[in-house]
């Protein structure tokens, strides 16, 4: 017991008698305040007996009596006789009950009860020089007073019991000393404080100006949702529900302190006045093992990108401290409450209401059918259900022994809920409050961080996949694949890039690169420079005048970014690749026994960095059966991998990957990298060569009177002799129609070349003007020209024309069938 000072509200004393003797008595555990308000104060009360602390615990509710009146007496006919003594153990039990004394005169008393339901705790015996005992507000105030006092009993009743919670602090005190009042106006938001509210935030009574938000100010921001929801009109909190909060004090220090307040409203339901008292809560401090947990977790959490991968780390964090059968933690949606990680992973595990929704890796569930867990949300604060609560079976399967929603809150709403549930019975301390209240902030700030990461990370591979090409071309001899992946740390858009480009005569262009840097800008110099590429190489141009001009093209950009390149083009048919590598990694080649090598190719310097440097070209043969690989730095190197160990890595997965599925062995080397700090490009090809290579021949056209004839003449014998007779009245129909129009409508050479392939004949026309030609919308009986393309049209399956190095090239194929093999030998190509 103690004697320390004591004032509120009017109280000049309390008096914390607790439950005893399964229930029979009511012994006193702290007196504190002006003991000579009553003398003699009983140390052991009978529950059966007439005081006002034995009525108010009976009853239920609080007993309030003004000076000079006299307490009721409701005894319960099945308990024994009332007794009270003051140090006599063994009073006669054949006696009649004593009456207990009433207050003295001058003197009001209160006496609240401790606790409620099942967890009844006690009584709170408050006594003050009140005339006309204590007003209405008061009242209210005190009612709050107690609810706070039996918090710390709980803390001192978790203790004892030996549960399996964070430790409360020996040197407790029962009696919240440094406590006080307050009083906020919600319709002007003023607010009265007792100076005890002010020195607990660290205020003068001079810096309080009467506004709320000076005082919320003090508070933690993580905790500032959950204070602003008592203080907006629109949003009251529950009445005498228990709110713990922390402040920073001037001098650094973190306090904790508990709230419990209550709502008047006017008589059309409208909140009015919030009463609330507010005291120190030093038994709420976490311990050292609840403070390492919530470390722990704060740091893990720090590392976490996605929504999956928080959800995970939160309920791994959580199950095993808590002692927990189930841990289940989900996104919310309209009316929905999506699941991203739980545990036990077993559908089993679960009430029927969750595996009927189960239709993913995760179950998705309709808040409509879990009213309570909807209104608990909408709260926005933790709620708790012992044993045996009235819930819906969807919840009651989850913790049947008890359960624990957490709302999610961050930035002022609910992203999500965290729900924790027991098997056996559970009783809830205030610590473990307390560490779930401090976990549900951390993980709903972390979810929302994570939600920003994954939108980010989405709309940086929606951009990037947006610069790349959408699908690679079939490829006559081979099969392309390619992967992109954007990093798995940070949101910017990356500079890698892929492109497949067919070109004419059988060859593709196999491009890779990587602009410096992930920003925006990265990402437009990448399409500016894939389109470049492609436009130079579309052209003709061998595979080093490709990369210089691109090279030339971004030092005329002015950009502060250079770019490595790496650019193949290879002949499908002979297998003949000619390289070019501008300051990007060599290609790797997977042979057909399975010998893997970096290929060896002389570099030049990355594009961008120096205007005229030269890029040599190195030419290497490929066979049938042979994989071509290449890639960008993210997939091979990384702040835990060098560069030497990552290439090798990657030639370990090609070395064993089968070469039939091209799309599997991609796939190997990217699972094979894990984690990346950058984005990853990856260009593969199965080279598997052409059975029939294509014929070709090629033919010079002199500016002569008569040379369309001569083209003509030339195209018949080509295609006879390769037997190709049965379409030689269309070929030489297009023949003519195509130089006529490059001899009337050019100046320069002209020539024309012929291919015939497995299944088409390829006519093309080249010529030094650059301007393609155009087919006429509507050609008149009187014109004299214009047919000529719809000709063209009309005999072939598909025409065009594409820019080549100074000119044009304008192509027409014709489908055919081969019936006999060709004649060995062709004619000449240059006459």
């Known amino acids: 017991m103690t004697s320390r000072g004591f004032a509120f509200c009017g109280a000049e004393l309390a008096a914390v008698y607790v439950v005893a003797d399964q229930g029979r008595e009511l012994h006193l555990a702290e007196l504190t305040g002006n003991r000579g308000l009553l003398h003699a104060l009983p140390a052991v009360l009978a529950v059966a007996g007439r005081s006002p602390a034995a009525h108010a615990f009976r009853d239920g509710r609080a007993l309030w009596l003004a000076p000079g009146e006299p307490a009721p007496f409701t005894a319960d006919p099945h308990q024994g006789p009332a007794r009270i003594r003051e140090g006599d153990p063994d009073p006669d039990p054949d006696a009649d009950p004593a009456p207990d004394p009433d207050p003295p005169s001058g003197i009001s008393l209160g006496a609240l009860p401790l606790g409620h339901g099942d967890q009844e705790l006690g009584c709170l015996v408050v006594a003050g020089e009140v005339r006309g005992g204590f007003s209405p507000d008061r009242r209210s105030l005190l009612e709050l007073y107690a609810d706070q006092v039996a918090a710390g009993l709980e803390s001192v009743a978790a203790r004892s019991a030996g549960r399996k919670a964070p430790q409360a602090h020996l040197a407790q005190s029962l009696v ?43 508070a933690v921001p993580d905790d500032m949702p959950a204070l602003m929801a008592i203080v907006e009109p629109d949003r009251p909190a529950p009445d005498g529900q228990q709110l713990a909060f922390r402040v920073h004090r001037p001098n650094g220090e973190l306090r904790w302190l508990g709230l419990r307040c209550r709502v008047e ?55 095993e401290p808590l002692g927990a059968a189930r841990v289940a933690i989900g996104e919310l949606e309209p009316e929905r409450l999506v699941i991203t990680c739980l545990d036990p992973p077993e559908p089993d595990a679960w009430p029927e209401a969750w595996r009927s929704e189960w239709r993913s890796e995760w179950p998705d569930l309709p808040l409509g059918d879990l009213p309570t867990l909807q209104s608990a949300l909408r709260g926005g604060h933790l709620s708790l259900w012992p044993p045996g609560a009235a819930l819906e079976r969807g919840l009651l399967g989850v913790g049947p022994g008890g359960l624990a929603v957490l709302p999610l809150a961050a930035e002022g709403r609910t992203v999500g809920a965290c729900l924790v549930g027991w098997d056996a019975e559970h009783r809830f301390g205030p610590e473990e409050r307390s560490l779930l209240t401090a976990t549900a902030g951390l993980v709903g700030q972390a979810l929302v961080r994570a939600h920003a990461l994954d939108a980010g990370h989405e709309l940086a591979t929606m951009l990037q996949r947006s610069l790349l090409p959408r699908k690679l071309p079939e490829l006559p001899g081979g099969v392309a694949v390619a992967r992109y992946l954007p990093a798995t740390a940070g949101l910017e858009v990356g500079g890698d890039w892929y492109d497949v480009i067919p070109l004419g005569g059988g060859h593709v262009a196999f491009v890779i690169g990587d602009v410096q840097g992930h920003s925006a800008a990265a990402a437009t110099i990448m399409g500016q420079m894939r389109t470049a590429v492609r436009a130079y190489a579309v052209e003709g141009h061998p595979a080093d005048v490709v990369v210089a001009r691109a090279n030339r093209l971004l030092v005329g950009m002015e950009t502060d970014l250079f770019a490595t390149c790496g650019y193949v083009d290879l002949d499908m048919e002979e297998g003949i690749a000619k390289v070019v590598r501008a300051g990007h990694l060599p290609p790797l080649l997977r042979h057909p026994d399975g010998i893997t090598e970096e290929l060896v190719v002389e570099g030049g310097p990355p594009l961008g960095v120096l205007a005229e440097a030269e890029f040599p070209m190195t030419e290497a043969g490929l066979l049938p059966g042979t994989l071509l690989v290449l890639l960008t730095d993210g997939l091979v190197e990384s702040a835990r991998m060098p560069l030497e160990e990552g290439m090798r890595r990657v030639r370990d997965v090609l070395a064993v990957a089968g070469p039939v599925d091209a799309g599997a062995v991609a796939d190997e080397l990217l699972v094979a990298a894990g984690r990346r700090d950058d984005d990853v490009a990856l260009l593969l090809l199965r080279y598997d060569g052409t059975r029939d290579r294509p014929l070709r021949s090629h033919w010079k056209v002199w500016r002569l009177p008569d040379a369309v004839l001569h083209a003509r003449r030339f195209a018949a014998r080509t295609l006879r002799s390769w037997g190709a007779a049965d379409e030689l009245d269309a070929a030489l129909l297009v023949v003519s129609e195509l130089v006529t129009n490059a001899i009337a409508h050019t100046q320069g050479e ?47 399956a598909s025409w065009g024309s594409v820019p080549l190095s100074g000119g044009k090239q304008v192509w027409a194929e014709i489908p055919w069938s081969r019936t006999a093999p060709p004649p060995g030998g062709q004619p000449e190509g240059t006459i």
């Not at 660290?202 to 919320?216: A, W």
């Not at 507010?278 to 709420?284: N, P, S």
């Open 265 to 319: 409203a006017d008589p059309d339901g409208t909140p009015r006045r919030v009463l609330g008292v507010v005291a120190d809560a030093t038994y709420l401090r976490p311990s050292a093992d609840e403070v390492s947990l919530v470390q722990r977790l704060s740091a893990t959490l720090a590392g976490a990108a996605t929504i999956r991968e928080v959800s995970r780390l939160a309920v791994a964090a959580l199950r």
């Open 176 to 218: 919240p000393h440094q406590g006080g009042a307050f009083i906020v106006e919600l319709s002007t938001g003023r607010m009265e404080a007792h100076a005890h509210v002010l020195e607990l935030l660290g205020l003068s009574p001079e810096e309080f100006d009467g506004k709320v938000e000076t005082l919320l100010a003090r």
């Open 750 to 796: 002209v020539g024309m070349d012929l291919t015939l392939s497995a299944d088409r004949l390829r006519i093309a026309v080249s010529d030094a003007s650059p301007r393609s030609p155009v087919k006429p919308v509507s050609v008149s009986w009187e014109s004299t020209g214009g047919r000529g393309l719809l000709i063209v049209e009309a005999m072939t």
